[in-house]
């Protein structure tokens, strides 16, 4: 998979791929993550990339022109699934859109930063808009690196071992169950005996009880919609 991000603000994407799983990836050649200063793109000697919005009002506004020579210029190397805007008002991410995103071959990502970006962008170069939460960033960048992570890991081969992806929180509409690890008695606080029994029907039972158990009192609302899928 190919993951192109579109920035003003570069050196805060160098972070969240140099290390750990996503490093992995990329130098397993599993994916291929391309940074783009948008700048380079920008207009005349000052390389601008925003301006006033018209009818007034406070804030800059990304303009068209730069996004969209950059944009054609990666669609003239390679066909791309999804051409994806980081905005507060896309559809809201979720494990479901990771897990759909995890099987496209090449994605850009655009990082809005100011007020926004020109309408326009979004009418003629934009085919999916996402949310990573109803809270607003100071630009796209941490949103980009949130939906890079969480697809890049569900691409076979990323994690060690792949049945853990399928057993994260969410992959089945379920959190997590507890884990525990050494010590098994620390200070009187103790692991559950069934952990320690070595039965692993009866471990597997236990989790899927914890897991169901949590998320009915931690998240009813996925645990509501879940039922009535199966009703
Ligand atoms: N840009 C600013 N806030 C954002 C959010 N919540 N999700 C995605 N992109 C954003």
């Known amino acids: 998979m190919r993951i192109d991000i579109i920035t003003v603000l570069p050196k805060l994407l160098e972070g969240p791929f140099a290390d750990s799983i996503l490093k992995r990836a990329i130098d397993k050649d599993l994916v291929d993550i391309h940074v783009h200063d948008l700048r380079t793109y920008g207009m005349g000697k000052h390389r601008q990339v925003d301006d006033y919005q018209f009818g007034g009002g406070a804030g800059m506004v990304m303009m068209i022109e730069p996004i969209e ?22 559809e809201v991410f979720d494990q479901s859109t990771a897990n759909s995103l995890s099987l496209q071959k090449n994605l850009i990502l655009l990082c809005g930063h100011y007020k926004g970006i020109d309408e326009r962008i979004r009418e003629t170069l934009i085919t999916k808009e996402i949310s990573i939460g ?40 379920l959190l997590s169950p507890p884990v525990y690890t050494r010590p098994s008695d620390y200070k009187g606080l103790k692991v559950p005996e069934v952990l320690l029994s070595g039965d692993f029907n009866r471990i597997d039972a236990w989790r899927q009880e914890q897991a169901e158990q949590r998320t009915k009192t931690r998240r009813p609302d996925i645990w509501n919609k879940k039922s009535e899928l199966k009703d």
């Open 134 to 173: 109803d809270y607003v960033l100071s630009g796209g960048e941490l949103a980009a690196a949130v939906v890079t992570d969480a697809v890049v890991r569900l691409i076979p081969g990323v994690l060690n071992n792949e049945t853990s992806a399928l057993s994260d929180s969410f992959q089945d509409d």
């Open 69 to 90: 020579t950059l944009i054609n210029a990666l669609k003239s190397e390679r066909e791309y699934d999804e051409v994806i805007f980081m905005t507060p008002d896309g």
